[in-house]
């Protein structure tokens, strides 16, 4: 029964996707500077404010697997799920760039990106450009770009929210912002307090955050720091083996096992208006502390990071042969330095058995230029030269030492065909530099070579009156794809599996997106996604892996859901969540005999405003599902080990807004 319905809904609604915030937003990831939001690329999502602070997410890795229009997955136990845009399975955290106000949130190793420690309150929009962002931004963008904007103080004086919620497996929250503006500066400060048993046993989870804005302004420029920290405490559970899933899914094989995570970020912002050029600058610094004990393997490992960026940039509005045009130049230079220490406990990380030491510094040049050609045609150009140079020190080997030139470039075109439709199509070149994890352990021995890719996309958008609809295509052509392939044997190993470049790969995909307002009290939206990823050519250990999927790869994904103000200041929120069947990771040559299993999920939230009160109730997993999101196959290929997810939980809030 619980299929038919959801079948039901999704054969009802799947070409409906994401609502966009107003017409008007501002966006900031398409040039590096406000611009409105019918200006920006037609590939452009944006979820507002008001879509967060109504859906039944609780932090920003789940918010964005469910308005977002990509997959995300859970191979650790931790609440930083990993992000996966436009299928690129366990590598889809280094193919989306995610960037927070604009700067580079992605470390250079294989931890995911620390999303969960950014208050989902501190959110103004999130801005997601799909398929792009190389030539702004640099490496990594492949799969896209994820910009979280967070609030800057706004106008009002001084005004503050506070919510405190509880729910299912021992979890309490507690969120607070503030708010504090004068004429020309302000001040806002968001904190957040999580702790939760979670599902799983010895999977308890602490974190603080901490963000927050300071900023001074007027007609013509503004200058702004923005900073934060977090601290994480989380127990790991560990995989369970398929026994184990069937017959105790909330255990753990691995009581003793924990990590440790402390951080924070500091970035100055200035922009300055002379005329028709605007200026701006950001520099940028965080720091990070990780440990993680493995009593189950004897292993403890400290890392400490440390990364610093740089990125002057002018737009000037010009208009040759009388084409309103906009011109963004701009230079990025970063530097990403990182110790790490193994040791058998956390008592002997004084005395290392085993430690890496790596740098990598880079400076690229880019440019961008956006001309309306008619009042329907709008062309955007750009290319990209940067500079790479790593160092990487491991215990017991040579020193290593890499420059590469990777370029990024990209061609779009939109054309309005009336003012209700727009068709748009875009080429372009991305990379991506392999990690200091990946460059660690290769087949070879070297450092990897740069990612590169070749992308095409094209579609068509129609807004009229309450009806939103977008739909594209895109192809994607990899060379020398970062990936670990369990069927390569390292030189100087007899044990196979190790990182590797990898033959040409093939991903192409369709995008539908879409929402309408039904009525003044009904609204629904969704999106629906159909994607491949395949091995192009290849032999790896004697297997030929041509025309062979990728793993983690999910075929179809689909996200429908509903708001119905049912009453007056009341609100009822429906979600529904498909993923499709994908491999087992480390099933490169397909032939374990099974898929992982294709799940749907069902989400509900009510919630009532009365006076400055907001009290909402919400039911995840409303039919309460037993799936996993990730699992990896043995190296025999008979079983798999996976990380079961939780069942129905049930949590509740109640926020004040004080005026």
Not at 439 to 446: I, R, Y
Not at 469 to 480: A, C, E, I, K, Q
Request: with cysteine; hydrophobic share 35%; charged share 20%.
């Amino acid at each position: 029964m619980k299929r038919c319905v959801v079948a039901a809904l999704i054969g009802a609604i799947a070409p409906l996707a994401l609502a966009q915030s107003t017409e008007d937003a501002v966006i900031v990831t398409a040039t590096r500077f406000p611009e409105r939001r019918l200006d920006a690329p037609v590939g452009m999502t944006v979820i507002s404010a008001e879509e967060i602070a109504r859906d039944t997410a609780r932090t920003l890795p789940e918010l964005l697997g469910r308005l977002g229009g990509m997959y995300v997955r859970n191979n650790s136990g931790s609440p930083d799920l990993q992000l996966d845009l436009r299928g690129f399975g366990i590598t889809g955290d280094q193919n989306t760039l995610v960037l927070l106000d604009g700067i580079r949130l992605n470390e250079n190793d294989l931890s995911p990106t620390k999303l969960s420690a950014i208050p989902l309150q501190s959110i103004e929009r999130i801005e997601i450009l799909r398929g792009s962002g190389a030539v702004l931004y640099g490496g990594g963008a492949t799969g896209g770009t994820v910009n979280i904007v967070t609030k800057d103080p706004g106008p009002g004086g001084k005004n503050a929210d506070v919510l405190l919620g509880a729910g299912s497996y021992g979890t309490a929250e507690a969120r607070v912002r503030a708010n504090f503006t004068g004429e020309h500066s302000g001040a806002s400060l968001s904190g957040s307090h999580v702790e939760s048993d979670n599902y799983r046993v010895n999977n308890r989870l602490r974190q603080d955050d901490l963000i927050g804005d300071l900023r001074l302004g007027g007609a013509n420029g503004s200058l702004a720091m923005k900073f934060g920290a977090d601290s994480q405490s989380l127990q790991l559970p560990g995989a369970r083996d398929e026994n184990q899933l069937a017959s105790d899914p909330r255990g753990t094989s691995t009581p003793q096992d924990w990590s440790t995570r402390d951080g924070g970020f500091i970035t100055l912002l200035g922009r300055h208006q002379a005329g028709e050029i605007e200026l701006a600058a950001d520099i940028g610094y965080r720091a990070q502390i990780a440990t993680g004990n493995f009593a189950s393997q004897s292993s403890f490992n400290e890392a400490r990071l440390h990364a610093l960026t740089f990125s002057p940039r002018l737009r000037w509005n010009l208009a040759p042969w009388d084409l309103r045009s906009s011109l963004v130049v701009g230079v990025d230079w970063g530097n990403w330095d990182y110790d790490r220490r193994i040791s058998a406990s956390p008592s002997t990380i004084s005395n290392p058995f085993f430690s890496t030491v790596a740098s990598q510094d880079s400076s690229a040049v880019y440019f961008q230029y956006n001309t309306r050609l008619s009042e329907a045609a709008k062309l955007t150009l750009g290319g990209r030269i940067q500079r790479v140079e790593n160092d990487l020190v491991q215990s017991g080997f040579a020193s290593q030492h890499q420059v590469r030139s990777p370029q990024a470039g990209e061609v779009g075109l939109e054309y309005s065909l009336s003012p209700a439709w727009t068709m748009f199509g875009r080429v372009g070149t991305s990379f991506r530099v392999a990690t200091v994890d990946e460059n660690s352990f290769t087949a070879t021995g070297n450092l990897l070579e740069p990612q590169t890719a070749q992308q095409r996309e094209a579609g068509a958008e129609y807004r009229a009156n309450s009806l939103k609809l977008r739909v594209s295509f895109y192809d994607m052509y990899l060379n020398n794809e970062i990936y670990f392939s369990p069927l390569v044997t390292p030189v100087g190993s007899t044990f196979p599996g190790a990182n590797t470049n990898l033959s040409p790969t093939h991903r192409n995909g369709l995008e539908l997106f879409g929402s309408v307002r039904a009525s003044s009290d009904l609204e629904l939206s969704g999106d629906a996604i159909y994607q491949t990823a395949k091995f192009r050519y290849g032999t790896y250990g004697g297997v030929d892996v041509s025309g062979k999927d990728i793993p983690l790869v999910p075929r179809a994904l689909v996200n429908l859901r509903t708001a119905w103000l049912f009453a007056p200041k009341t609100q009822l929120i429906a979600a529904v969540s498909y993923v499709g069947h994908q491999r087992y990771d480390n099933d490169q040559d397909n032939t374990f005999p099974r898929l992982m299993p294709a799940y749907a999920l069902a989400d509900l939230k009510i919630s009532h405003s009365t006076g400055g009160w907001n009290l909402s109730a919400s039911i995840s997993n409303l039919f309460d599902k037993k799936y996993y999101s990730y699992a990896i196959r043995n190296t025999a290929g008979t079983t798999f080990n996976a990380y079961p997810q939780a069942g129905r939980t049930f949590f509740a809030s109640a926020e004040y807004a004080f005026k």
